[in-house]
Protein backbone atom coordinates (compact mmCIF):
# COMPACT_ATOMS: atom_id res chain seq x y z
CA UNK A 1 0.00 0.00 0.00
CA UNK A 2 1.40 3.28 -0.97
CA UNK A 3 2.76 5.34 2.15
CA UNK A 4 1.29 8.39 0.94
CA UNK A 5 -2.06 7.20 1.73
CA UNK A 6 -4.51 8.16 4.71
CA UNK A 7 -7.10 6.69 6.89
CA UNK A 8 -10.36 7.31 6.34
CA UNK A 9 -10.41 8.80 9.55
CA UNK A 10 -7.09 10.90 9.17
CA UNK A 11 -8.70 11.90 6.11
CA UNK A 12 -12.32 12.52 7.77
CA UNK A 13 -10.47 15.00 9.83
CA UNK A 14 -8.43 17.05 7.49
CA UNK A 15 -11.46 17.41 5.23
CA UNK A 16 -13.78 18.06 8.07
CA UNK A 17 -15.72 15.63 7.17
CA UNK A 18 -17.66 12.43 9.30
CA UNK A 19 -17.00 8.98 7.97
CA UNK A 20 -20.19 8.93 7.67
CA UNK A 21 -20.59 11.20 5.35
CA UNK A 22 -17.29 10.12 3.26
CA UNK A 23 -18.28 6.23 2.99
CA UNK A 24 -21.99 8.11 1.47
CA UNK A 25 -19.96 9.93 -0.99
CA UNK A 26 -18.47 6.71 -1.97
CA UNK A 27 -21.78 4.65 -2.24
CA UNK A 28 -23.09 7.76 -4.16
CA UNK A 29 -20.21 7.79 -6.21
CA UNK A 30 -19.38 11.32 -5.70
CA UNK A 31 -15.56 10.79 -4.13
CA UNK A 32 -14.36 6.99 -3.86
CA UNK A 33 -11.24 5.74 -1.65
CA UNK A 34 -7.97 5.43 -3.44
CA UNK A 35 -7.68 2.05 -2.11
CA UNK A 36 -9.93 -0.17 -0.23
CA UNK A 37 -8.10 -3.32 1.74
CA UNK A 38 -9.55 -6.42 0.57
CA UNK A 39 -8.74 -7.92 3.78
CA UNK A 40 -10.27 -5.20 6.30
CA UNK A 41 -12.09 -3.47 4.00
CA UNK A 42 -10.83 -0.18 5.55
CA UNK A 43 -10.75 2.98 3.15
CA UNK A 44 -7.69 5.21 2.43
CA UNK A 45 -7.74 8.47 1.00
CA UNK A 46 -4.76 10.71 -1.30
CA UNK A 47 -4.08 14.18 0.46
CA UNK A 48 -5.13 15.54 -2.97
CA UNK A 49 -8.60 14.57 -2.84
CA UNK A 50 -9.40 16.88 0.15
CA UNK A 51 -10.27 19.55 -2.57
CA UNK A 52 -13.17 17.31 -3.78
CA UNK A 53 -14.27 16.11 -0.55
CA UNK A 54 -14.79 19.55 0.84
CA UNK A 55 -16.43 20.70 -2.79
CA UNK A 56 -18.93 17.79 -2.56
CA UNK A 57 -20.39 19.20 0.84
CA UNK A 58 -20.02 22.31 -0.01
CA UNK A 59 -22.48 21.59 -2.94
CA UNK A 60 -24.69 19.57 -0.59
CA UNK A 61 -25.26 22.65 1.59
CA UNK A 62 -26.94 24.08 -1.28
CA UNK A 63 -29.31 21.27 -1.27
CA UNK A 64 -28.30 20.17 -5.29
CA UNK A 65 -28.91 17.57 -6.40
CA UNK A 66 -26.03 14.52 -5.93
CA UNK A 67 -26.81 14.20 -9.71
CA UNK A 68 -25.85 17.62 -10.51
CA UNK A 69 -23.30 17.58 -8.18
CA UNK A 70 -21.22 14.89 -10.01
CA UNK A 71 -22.07 16.61 -12.97
CA UNK A 72 -20.00 20.06 -11.11
CA UNK A 73 -17.12 18.14 -9.88
CA UNK A 74 -16.53 16.32 -12.52
CA UNK A 75 -16.14 19.25 -15.29
CA UNK A 76 -13.30 21.29 -15.48
CA UNK A 77 -12.79 25.25 -14.09
CA UNK A 78 -15.24 27.69 -15.90
CA UNK A 79 -17.13 24.76 -17.09
CA UNK A 80 -17.84 23.61 -13.05
CA UNK A 81 -18.75 27.09 -12.37
CA UNK A 82 -21.28 27.48 -14.93
CA UNK A 83 -23.06 23.99 -14.06
CA UNK A 84 -22.84 25.71 -10.27
CA UNK A 85 -24.38 29.20 -11.88
CA UNK A 86 -26.95 27.67 -14.23
CA UNK A 87 -27.71 25.62 -10.87
CA UNK A 88 -28.40 28.33 -8.80
CA UNK A 89 -30.44 30.50 -11.11
CA UNK A 90 -32.59 27.60 -11.11
CA UNK A 91 -32.89 27.89 -7.54
CA UNK A 92 -33.32 31.47 -7.56
CA UNK A 93 -36.43 31.33 -10.12
CA UNK A 94 -37.86 28.73 -7.93
CA UNK A 95 -37.70 30.67 -4.92
CA UNK A 96 -38.66 33.78 -6.53
CA UNK A 97 -42.22 31.90 -7.55
CA UNK A 98 -42.16 30.37 -4.00
CA UNK A 99 -42.00 34.28 -2.37
CA UNK A 100 -44.69 34.70 -4.82
CA UNK A 101 -47.44 32.08 -3.77
CA UNK A 102 -46.40 32.65 -0.39
CA UNK A 103 -47.57 35.93 -0.39
CA UNK A 104 -51.02 34.87 -2.25
CA UNK A 105 -51.31 32.27 0.66
CA UNK A 106 -51.07 35.20 3.16
CA UNK A 107 -53.82 37.13 1.47
CA UNK A 108 -56.18 34.11 1.10
CA UNK A 109 -55.44 33.00 4.93
CA UNK A 110 -55.96 36.43 6.33
CA UNK A 111 -59.35 37.07 4.54
CA UNK A 112 -58.33 38.96 1.69
CA UNK A 113 -59.77 36.94 -0.80
CA UNK A 114 -61.90 39.73 -2.33
CA UNK A 115 -59.41 42.37 -2.17
CA UNK A 116 -57.05 39.97 -4.45
CA UNK A 117 -59.95 38.73 -6.71
CA UNK A 118 -61.22 42.34 -7.08
CA UNK A 119 -58.29 43.21 -9.92
CA UNK A 120 -60.08 41.09 -11.74
CA UNK A 121 -62.71 42.01 -14.46
CA UNK A 122 -65.12 39.36 -14.88
CA UNK A 123 -67.34 38.95 -17.83
CA UNK A 124 -69.19 36.63 -19.66
CA UNK A 125 -69.49 35.62 -23.63
CA UNK A 126 -70.96 33.28 -25.87
CA UNK A 127 -69.14 30.78 -27.73
CA UNK A 128 -70.61 29.25 -30.83
CA UNK A 129 -70.22 25.24 -31.31
CA UNK A 130 -66.87 24.30 -33.00
CA UNK A 131 -65.00 21.92 -34.70
CA UNK A 132 -61.34 21.17 -33.00
CA UNK A 133 -58.61 19.12 -33.56
CA UNK A 134 -56.98 18.27 -30.11
CA UNK A 135 -54.14 17.03 -28.74
CA UNK A 136 -53.93 15.68 -24.80
CA UNK A 137 -51.28 15.06 -22.41
CA UNK A 138 -50.62 14.10 -19.07
CA UNK A 139 -48.07 16.99 -17.47
CA UNK A 140 -46.77 18.34 -14.95
CA UNK A 141 -46.51 21.96 -13.64
CA UNK A 142 -42.79 22.11 -14.73
CA UNK A 143 -43.35 20.60 -18.58
CA UNK A 144 -46.64 22.67 -19.10
CA UNK A 145 -45.52 25.95 -21.05
CA UNK A 146 -43.20 23.71 -22.95
CA UNK A 147 -46.08 21.16 -24.29
CA UNK A 148 -48.55 24.02 -24.70
CA UNK A 149 -46.62 25.75 -26.90
CA UNK A 150 -45.01 22.30 -29.09
CA UNK A 151 -48.65 20.93 -29.19
CA UNK A 152 -50.14 24.19 -30.21
CA UNK A 153 -47.85 24.44 -33.21
CA UNK A 154 -47.78 21.18 -33.98
CA UNK A 155 -52.16 21.40 -34.18
CA UNK A 156 -51.96 25.07 -35.82
CA UNK A 157 -49.88 23.48 -38.70
CA UNK A 158 -51.86 20.56 -39.51
CA UNK A 159 -55.23 23.28 -39.34
CA UNK A 160 -53.45 24.92 -42.56
CA UNK A 161 -54.84 21.33 -44.20
CA UNK A 162 -58.06 21.85 -42.79
CA UNK A 163 -59.33 24.73 -44.47
CA UNK A 164 -57.78 27.00 -41.09
CA UNK A 165 -57.45 27.98 -38.21
CA UNK A 166 -61.07 29.88 -37.49
CA UNK A 167 -60.84 30.53 -34.11
CA UNK A 168 -58.72 31.27 -31.11
CA UNK A 169 -56.65 28.21 -30.00
CA UNK A 170 -57.19 27.48 -26.18
CA UNK A 171 -56.15 25.02 -23.22
CA UNK A 172 -58.57 22.71 -21.21
CA UNK A 173 -57.45 21.25 -17.99
CA UNK A 174 -59.65 18.01 -17.35
CA UNK A 175 -58.11 17.80 -13.86
CA UNK A 176 -55.45 20.56 -11.79
CA UNK A 177 -52.16 20.89 -13.33
CA UNK A 178 -49.32 20.93 -10.61
CA UNK A 179 -46.05 19.36 -9.63
CA UNK A 180 -48.06 16.75 -8.04
CA UNK A 181 -50.81 16.37 -10.56
CA UNK A 182 -50.57 15.78 -14.06
CA UNK A 183 -53.72 16.35 -15.79
CA UNK A 184 -54.30 15.57 -18.26
CA UNK A 185 -54.41 18.86 -20.11
CA UNK A 186 -55.84 19.13 -23.99
CA UNK A 187 -54.61 21.46 -26.26
CA UNK A 188 -57.67 22.93 -28.92
CA UNK A 189 -57.19 24.49 -32.20
CA UNK A 190 -60.45 25.64 -34.39
CA UNK A 191 -60.96 24.52 -37.96
CA UNK A 192 -62.76 25.16 -41.07
CA UNK A 193 -63.35 22.08 -42.41
CA UNK A 194 -64.36 19.09 -40.20
CA UNK A 195 -64.92 16.08 -42.73
CA UNK A 196 -60.85 18.13 -43.60
CA UNK A 197 -59.70 17.56 -40.17
CA UNK A 198 -60.63 13.74 -39.58
CA UNK A 199 -59.27 13.11 -42.88
CA UNK A 200 -56.22 14.42 -41.79
CA UNK A 201 -56.46 12.36 -38.58
CA UNK A 202 -56.86 9.03 -40.61
CA UNK A 203 -53.69 9.58 -42.47
CA UNK A 204 -51.67 10.63 -39.49
CA UNK A 205 -52.85 7.93 -36.65
CA UNK A 206 -53.11 8.84 -33.34
CA UNK A 207 -49.41 10.70 -33.06
CA UNK A 208 -49.37 12.88 -29.78
CA UNK A 209 -53.28 11.68 -28.57
CA UNK A 210 -54.43 13.73 -31.55
CA UNK A 211 -57.97 13.94 -32.17
CA UNK A 212 -61.02 16.01 -33.72
CA UNK A 213 -64.12 16.70 -31.82
CA UNK A 214 -66.70 18.90 -31.98
CA UNK A 215 -66.94 21.91 -28.99
CA UNK A 216 -70.49 22.93 -28.29
CA UNK A 217 -71.82 26.28 -27.94
CA UNK A 218 -71.14 27.12 -24.45
CA UNK A 219 -71.54 30.22 -22.27
CA UNK A 220 -68.15 31.36 -20.87
CA UNK A 221 -67.41 33.42 -17.56
CA UNK A 222 -63.82 34.80 -17.90
CA UNK A 223 -61.50 37.44 -17.26
CA UNK A 224 -58.56 38.70 -19.28
CA UNK A 225 -54.77 38.89 -18.42
CA UNK A 226 -51.70 39.53 -19.26
CA UNK A 227 -48.57 37.22 -20.60
CA UNK A 228 -46.96 38.16 -17.31
CA UNK A 229 -49.71 36.89 -14.90
CA UNK A 230 -49.77 33.47 -16.38
CA UNK A 231 -47.06 32.71 -14.04
CA UNK A 232 -48.29 30.88 -10.68
CA UNK A 233 -49.92 31.94 -8.26
CA UNK A 234 -51.03 34.89 -10.35
CA UNK A 235 -53.12 32.72 -13.06
CA UNK A 236 -54.46 30.50 -10.02
CA UNK A 237 -55.59 33.74 -8.67
CA UNK A 238 -57.36 34.53 -12.12
CA UNK A 239 -59.30 31.45 -12.00
CA UNK A 240 -60.65 31.82 -8.67
CA UNK A 241 -61.78 34.99 -9.18
CA UNK A 242 -63.54 33.60 -12.00
CA UNK A 243 -65.22 31.24 -9.54
CA UNK A 244 -65.84 33.55 -6.61
CA UNK A 245 -67.33 36.29 -9.17
CA UNK A 246 -70.44 37.86 -7.78
CA UNK A 247 -72.83 37.16 -10.55
CA UNK A 248 -71.29 33.59 -11.12
CA UNK A 249 -73.37 32.66 -7.90
CA UNK A 250 -76.51 32.67 -9.94
CA UNK A 251 -74.54 30.36 -12.59
CA UNK A 252 -73.68 27.13 -12.22
CA UNK A 253 -70.11 25.63 -13.41
CA UNK A 254 -70.73 23.68 -16.49
CA UNK A 255 -67.31 22.43 -17.17
CA UNK A 256 -63.41 22.31 -17.01
CA UNK A 257 -61.33 25.67 -16.32
CA UNK A 258 -59.43 26.69 -19.73
CA UNK A 259 -57.12 29.30 -21.17
CA UNK A 260 -57.58 30.87 -24.12
CA UNK A 261 -55.08 32.31 -26.05
CA UNK A 262 -54.90 35.19 -28.89
CA UNK A 263 -53.21 35.17 -32.05
CA UNK A 264 -50.34 37.64 -31.01
CA UNK A 265 -49.25 35.70 -28.00
CA UNK A 266 -45.97 34.43 -28.66
CA UNK A 267 -45.17 37.22 -30.69
CA UNK A 268 -45.80 39.84 -28.30
CA UNK A 269 -43.99 41.05 -25.04
CA UNK A 270 -45.30 40.16 -21.59
CA UNK A 271 -47.92 43.08 -20.99
CA UNK A 272 -48.89 43.14 -24.49
CA UNK A 273 -49.75 39.28 -25.45
CA UNK A 274 -53.43 38.64 -23.40
CA UNK A 275 -55.35 35.16 -22.73
CA UNK A 276 -58.45 34.94 -21.22
CA UNK A 277 -59.30 32.22 -18.39
CA UNK A 278 -62.62 31.02 -18.46
CA UNK A 279 -65.27 28.50 -17.18
CA UNK A 280 -68.47 27.36 -18.93
CA UNK A 281 -71.33 28.66 -16.92
CA UNK A 282 -75.24 27.92 -17.24
Keep these: ?39 SGYRYYRADQVERARLVALLRQLDMPLARIAEVVEADGAEAADRLAAYWADVETRVAGQRTLAEY ?21 DVAEQVVLTETRHTLADELPAWIG ?41 VADEAAAREWLARHGRTWETRVRVEPAARL ?14 ILAAFEAVEEWPAGRRLE ?9 FADWDAAGPEDAVCDVAFPVR
Excluded at 221 to 234: G, M, S, Y
Design 105 to 125: LRGRLSGRSSEMYGKFEVGTV
Design 253 to 261: VAGPCREVY
Design 221 to 234: AFTRITKAQVAHPQ
Design 1 to 39: MDDGLQSIGVFAARARLSAKALRLYDRLGLLSPAYVDEL
Design 150 to 190: ASLERLTAAARECGGVVGAPFVVYHSEVSMESDGPAESCVP
